[in-house]
Structure formats: structure tokens, C-alpha cells
């Protein structure tokens, strides 16, 4: 398989693995539960492995390479530019756990027909997000800190680098 670098799906994938949840399901659960195809997660799994983001068996994360991409990477790789105002789902700074910590006036939503709040739309990392998070409320807050830390200021990202390290505890310990 020719390797041309991270996706999108590729950090949605590795969050799924990240929640208590994802650690024990197949990759083909992975794939309906995150409303893609499992061909879409092997691919993803491949990639990150060779970017080394999971072991070689592609079933652990690497949680402290996967720390270092998101916190170093993701902003430049995958960049938000917030857009129209639209209904959707709250995200970044205007969901929990960030928005616990910081009251923010702007509302940051990813763009869902199904959304109860309106703010600014922001391009969810892949486009069936709003819906696989209504069933899963880790993988929902880890997406919510990878886009503050894809736009977030500094005293944001210093959140959500806190609550991720939350969640990097919690999967060494299973």
C-alpha cells in the first residue's frame, strides 16, 4: 500500500481506540459505529502504524506518540477555519470538558441538520462525526479536545492537553 501521510479519519479512528469502549471492539464495530467503512479503518490503522501512532499488531496506541501528534501537529496538518453561523453540535471551546474550565462567548458547532445549538460551523475531521458522537460520549469529549487543540489559544490548549492526559491515564490502565 502506497503510504501519503496522515487523514482526517486516521485521528477519528485512533480516538475511537482511545475510548473505553473502542479498546476492545473489532475493527469492523469501529467502522459501523463511526458510520465508515471497515476497509476506511484498516487503512487507517495501517497508516498509523507506520507513522507509529499504534503497535505493530494495530490494536494498541501509542498514547504518547498519539499525545505528541495532537498537541505538536494536528493544528498545522488538519487547520480550522471557522465558518458561517449554522445549526450543528458544539465543539472546541463551547463543549465539555473544555468549555467546564473556560466560559466562552463564541459558539463553535460542526454543521448537523439534527443540532440544537447555532454557532460557528467548524469542518468536522470526517464528516459522519455529529453522529457517531450521540452514541458515545468519550469519543465525543476526545474530539472535542482535538479541536481545541486544532484552534484553540494557548491557555485552551493547555486544557485540553490537561484532559487528554485524563483519558492517556485511563487507557494505560486497562
Not at 459505529?33 to 507506520?50: P, T
Amino acid at each position: 500500500m502506497k503510504q501519503n501521510g496522515m487523514k482526517p479519519q486516521d485521528v477519528v479512528v485512533l480516538m475511537k481506540r482511545m475510548t473505553p469502549q473502542g479498546q476492545t471492539m473489532l475493527n469492523k464495530d469501529i467502522a459501523q459505529s463511526l458510520g465508515i467503512s471497515a476497509s476506511e479503518v484498516s487503512e487507517a490503522m495501517e497508516r498509523c502504524r507506520v507513522a507509529q501512532l499504534v503497535d505493530n499488531a494495530k490494536k494498541r496506541v501509542n498514547v504518547l506518540a498519539l499525545k505528541d501528534f495532537l498537541t505538536g501537529g494536528l493544528r498545522y496538518v488538519f487547520p480550522i477555519q471557522p465558518g458561517n453561523l449554522v445549526r450543528g453540535v458544539p465543539t472546541a471551546v463551547s463543549a465539555a470538558p473544555i468549555n467546564q474550565y473556560i466560559p466562552s462567548g463564541e459558539v463553535f458547532v460542526w454543521p448537523y441538520k439534527k443540532g440544537a445549538v447555532r454557532g460557528q460551523a467548524i469542518t468536522p475531521l470526517y464528516s459522519t462525526i455529529p453522529e457517531a458522537v450521540e452514541q458515545d460520549a468519550d469519543l465525543y469529549k476526545l474530539l472535542v479536545i482535538a479541536d481545541t487543540l486544532r484552534m484553540g489559544r494557548v491557555r485552551e490548549r493547555d486544557i485540553a492537553i490537561q484532559e487528554l492526559d485524563k483519558y492517556i491515564a485511563a487507557y494505560g490502565n486497562q
